[in-house]
């Protein structure tokens, strides 16, 4: 979990911005801190130049001041980790200390107590120093202790650092939220644009080429609107002027005397397709701009009235599925659709079924008929408007414009629609919709 949500952040520009300009900073900080600290000796790093004469003057005045019997236990007590002292035994024969030379000697004999001398001072390894003390009784003590001048950062170095992370982390933050807003609103726009009735213009703002995107859009938006309202009201304008003379030819068919029925009913099933394939492409145009609202609607009624029209009208269609089963969904929309789906089934098959099955709060509907089907090159093509299959299925006239009205409507409703082999033969259409 914490990991998905991780990814997902990093997916956005402005925690991508913020994360690199963070690290690349904080990287580069801290590498300018190391390399000065590095290049810093004992003398020019006022804290580690003075913490260990500091603590060798502590140590001596602590055992010059004690009874020689007792400077044992008291050296004993001032050892630990990074200290070692103890008591020597005579003078030490070491070289003297006018021929040794260490960085810490002048600072360390500033600090010691009067009447102690440094006998010896050496430094075996880097931040480590081993120094010989003469007490002012005459006995000796050696001292061993370990310094490191990284162990130390001062504040005129920590506090620059911080103020630019914090500085860097809140003007990236700002600047990516500045980027990812309006890129935010142009793919919100870009998404919702021709569905739910979404035709507000896109505000245009943010940077250059963000507002001439958004320019862009909305001149695509417009240009589109205006092409989609034009073709519908030719189509509108065709289907007005072409059904007045098919009611016209349906009534004067019926009045025509003539002995020869065959020729008028096949005329009359010639009117029927026609105004059929008008209804058709009407309906096609007009699903997304009269958009229905959606409401709880009890799903599992839709489909047994479905079923019982066909049944009472002749066809063998049979509902499977739950008694009650309600679901959130453009209700007339989707009985046309299922209502498309039956009609289909019934003109290439004689027994129907439709199933319903609940899951997880959404919906799976089942048209299944025992046609001859769609062969598998052919599923994908037949959901595109104006597109016939092959011949087998082409025994119903029309535009081809059933299954694609059908997928708008799925789509619409965030679903998905399956063309599937139905068993032993047939076609079975399967319209998946999530919960609301």
Not at 13 to 26: D, E, K, M, P
Not at 113 to 122: A, M
Not at 353 to 378: F, K, Y
Not at 404 to 424: K, Q, S, Y
């Given at each position: ?82 200290t070692e002292v103890s008591m020597i035994a005579g003078q030490p024969t070491a070289q003297t200390l006018e021929q040794q030379a260490h960085p810490l000697k002048e600072r ?312 599937l082999d139905n068993e032993p033969k047939g076609l079975r259409v399967r319209m998946v919709l999530p919960a609301a």
């Amino acid at each position: 979990m914490t990991t998905n949500a991780s990814a997902r952040w990093l997916d956005g520009i402005a925690s991508q911005i913020t994360t690199l300009l963070v690290a690349a900073i904080s990287l580069s900080t801290l590498a300018t801190i190391v390399v000065v600290l590095l290049a810093l000796t004992e003398q020019d790093h006022p804290v580690a130049a003075s913490e260990g004469p500091v603590r060798i003057a502590m140590i001596a005045r602590g055992l010059d001041g004690v009874a020689p019997n007792a400077r044992p236990a008291l050296a004993a007590a001032f050892s630990d980790e990074r200290t070692e002292v103890s008591m020597i035994a005579g003078q030490p024969t070491a070289q003297t200390l006018e021929q040794q030379a260490h960085p810490l000697k002048e600072r360390l004999i500033e600090r010691l107590p009067k009447g102690v001398r440094l006998l010896r001072i050496t430094a075996e390894r880097p931040h480590e120093v081993r120094v010989v003390l003469g007490l002012n009784d005459g006995q000796v003590a050696s001292i061993f202790t370990t310094f490191s001048t990284l162990a130390f950062l001062p504040l005129p170095l920590i506090l620059p650092f911080i103020i630019l992370v914090v500085s860097a982390s809140a003007l990236s933050v700002w600047a990516g939220r500045r980027l990812v807003g309006p890129l935010s609103r142009f793919a919100d726009a870009a998404d919702g644009f021709g569905r739910d009735g979404a035709d507000t213009a896109l505000k245009e703002g943010g940077p250059l080429e963000v507002r001439r995107a958004a320019s862009a859009f909305n001149r695509m938006r417009e240009r589109i609107g205006r092409l989609i309202e034009d073709r519908t009201n030719l189509l509108l304008a065709i289907s007005h002027d072409l059904r007045t003379p098919l009611t016209r030819m349906r009534l004067r068919l019926a009045e025509l005397q003539t002995e020869d029925t065959g020729s008028r009913e096949r005329l009359l099933e010639d009117i029927a397709s026609m105004d059929s394939s008008i209804t058709a492409a009407v309906t096609y145009l007009r699903e997304g701009i009269d958009e229905e609202p959606e409401e709880v609607a009890e799903l599992s009624s839709i489909l047994n009235t479905i079923c019982d029209q066909f049944t009472d009208a002749g066809f063998s269609v049979e509902y499977v599925g739950p008694p009650r089963l309600t679901f959130r969904c453009r209700p007339h929309a989707l009985e046309r659709a299922v209502t498309n789906l039956v009609d289909n089934a019934t003109k290439y098959g004689t027994a129907v079924r439709v199933t319903l099955q609940g899951s997880d709060g959404g919906a799976r509907i089942d048209v299944d008929d025992d046609g001859p089907g769609i062969p598998a090159t052919e599923k994908t093509r037949v959901l595109e408007p104006f597109y016939r299959a092959d011949p087998a299925r082409q025994v119903v006239r029309g535009f081809g414009l059933g299954l694609a009205i059908v997928a708008g409507i799925v789509r619409r409703h965030g679903g998905a629609l399956e063309l599937l082999d139905n068993e032993p033969k047939g076609l079975r259409v399967r319209m998946v919709l999530p919960a609301a």
